[in-house]
């Protein structure tokens, strides 16, 4: 018997005991292609040597030195590939182990940049249903995952939710892609004018919304016109770009593809492709003067932050990518997934849906294709995707729907950036098995 409370106490798990490349294997030897990087994480694959020999290396040098004492040659070097890289106007960084404490960190930091202005009265986060930005308290507040939040609803800071940016689902049909971006956008401006602009912090958002909607990109012109918004009403930008950012849809950040700067940016995941926890917080510089000029002290902080040997995996990480050109290889395999997909379930009577970017791609279930009707959720179908992409070798990401019908269950891809064509197209029939299978009985 397991001793470790494990996310699911009912359905005993496979035991991992080994990574190859794209493939993780079993204490049998069966072997999954890892086509959602566990939660869009491992975008190297596993048992890639160049990172390994970095943390070896880190781990004989230096393996600890706590940030209230010392900074480090690895972490600052880090932060300066990522600063070089980084969206205009971000100019330091604030190292956290994972993003839902990157997410905290960054609600805390626009609170103190607006106390340090002298602005003590603003207190709202804005931010979007169906959005998710993490587990702990503070993430959960903002976040728009209905089911999630449910049962600690009493323990939430206060937050404020518009509409989502979901094409599929919210723009009219008689609405262009340009006009629904721009309808959805304006929302932000109503709710800060119905709290009053100067009550209010800032607005998150996911520039590529993940598991909780399942790897949707905005409208065109959305996110400019939020800038234009934040800018017109003094509130700050907050990016949460966890899952989609470092590469994931196909540039080193998710806003490169709209045109852009976040004031505080959060990334995670595929920064240190689960070779070590770490995240990261990007900070626009005028964040940065502004607490430098008041107070000089950031009212946070973390046991690990800037660990030494996880600075060494990220930066082994970030120069691989560079070297072998994978952003590139993104886009390419990218456009290999989508055509695959849409082969596969174009004209399928249960696919709604398929969308995404670069390597971040998902299918949406419906019950009609037609009116765009969910399966109820109690039938708990994308459990039964998971069951059955398992049993084939295959790991992804599926997602229940909402009860309210406001999206239906998807499967949400990510695989590693070094992907072929012969992968992908494996990945692509093995979910296509998966999803006949699990519809067969519960679509009859």
């Not at 932060?79 to 106007?89: E, Q, R």
């Not at 959005?131 to 209905?146: E, F, K, P, R």
């Not at 004031?263 to 990007?282: F, H, M, N, S, T």
Request: proline share 4%; charged share 20%; net charge negative.
């Amino acid at each position: 018997m397991s001793r470790i409370l494990h996310r699911q106490m009912q359905t005993p798990l496979p035991v991992a005991v080994g990574g190859d490349g794209v493939y993780l294997i079993d204490a049998t030897g069966k072997r999954y292609i890892d086509a959602s990087g566990g939660a869009a994480v491992s975008c190297l694959g596993h048992s890639h040597q160049d990172v390994i020999a970095a943390l070896q290396a880190q781990a004989g040098k230096l393996a600890f030195a706590h940030t209230s004492f010392f900074t480090t040659d690895v972490a600052e070097e880090l932060a300066d590939t990522l600063i070089a890289d980084a969206p205009a106007g971000l100019s330091h960084v604030y190292y956290i182990s994972g993003g839902s404490e990157g997410v905290e960190t960054a609600l805390k930091l626009a609170r103190q940049y607006w106390v340090e202005r002298g602005q003590r009265q603003k207190r709202h986060f804005i931010a979007r249903r169906q959005s998710y930005h993490g587990n702990t308290l503070g993430a959960l507040a903002v976040g728009g995952n209905a089911w999630r939040r449910e049962q600690f609803a009493p323990l939430l800071i206060e937050a404020h939710h518009i509409a989502p940016c979901f094409d599929y689902r919210e723009r009219q049909e008689a609405e262009s892609p340009e006009a629904y971006g721009r309808r959805a956008a304006d929302e932000l401006e109503a709710k800060i004018l119905e709290l009053g602009a100067e009550n209010v912090i800032g607005f998150i958002a996911e520039p590529v919304v993940g598991a909780t909607l399942g790897a949707v990109p905005a409208a065109p012109g959305y996110f400019k016109r939020i800038r234009e918004i934040c800018d017109q009403h003094d509130i700050l930008l907050i990016l949460d770009e966890v899952m989609c950012g470092m590469g994931r849809t196909g540039t080193l950040h998710a806003s490169e593809a709209e045109g852009i700067s976040p004031d505080i940016e959060v990334i995670a995941k595929g920064l240190g492709a689960g070779y070590q926890p770490i995240g990261a917080v990007l900070i626009h510089e005028k964040i940065i003067d502004a607490i430098k000029q008041g107070s000089g002290f950031f009212q946070h902080g973390h046991t690990y932050l800037g660990h030494p040997v996880a600075c060494a995996a990220a930066l082994a990480v970030q120069r691989v990518i560079k070297r072998d050109g994978l952003l590139d290889n993104v886009v390419a395999m990218g456009r290999h997934l989508d055509e695959r997909l849409r082969a596969r379930f174009g004209n399928h009577h249960h696919v709604g849906d398929i969308r995404g970017r670069g390597l971040f791609q998902a299918i949406e279930l419906v019950r009609d294709r037609a009116d765009k009707s969910t399966f109820d959720p109690a039938l708990k179908l994308h459990a039964r995707v998971k069951r059955e992409a398992m049993a084939r070798g295959l790991m992804c990401y599926p997602m229940g729907g909402t009860i309210d019908g406001l999206h239906g269950d998807h499967v949400l891809l990510a695989p590693p950036f070094i992907s072929s064509a012969t992968e992908i197209d494996m990945i692509v029939e093995r979910l296509g098995d998966a999803v006949d299978a699990a519809l067969a009985g519960v679509a009859a």
